[in-house]
């Protein structure tokens, strides 16, 4: 086998293994960004747990309110 044969198949080789090197890496990287954005979607769910609460409070203080309401109307 000639010398430039050997040579193309070793330079081939360097340029596979770097790019399968580059692409371990973007593998890496996007699972640990899937990871974080697992956990800021969790966050999320959270404060949106902590604001729920405020529709259910708005109707019980429409009830509560009703009597005022009745009186305003009254006069």
Do not use: C, W, Y
């Amino acid at each position: 086998m000639p010398v430039e044969a050997i040579v193309t198949l070793i330079l081939g080789a360097l340029i596979i293994a770097a790019a399968a090197l580059g692409l371990l890496r973007a593998i890496l990287h996007l699972s640990a960004t899937s990871k974080t954005l697992g956990i800021l979607d969790g966050g999320v769910e959270i404060i949106v747990q902590k604001t729920s609460t405020v529709p259910s409070t708005v109707a019980s203080v429409n009830q509560s309110l009703a009597p005022v309401k009745a009186f305003a109307d009254s006069i």
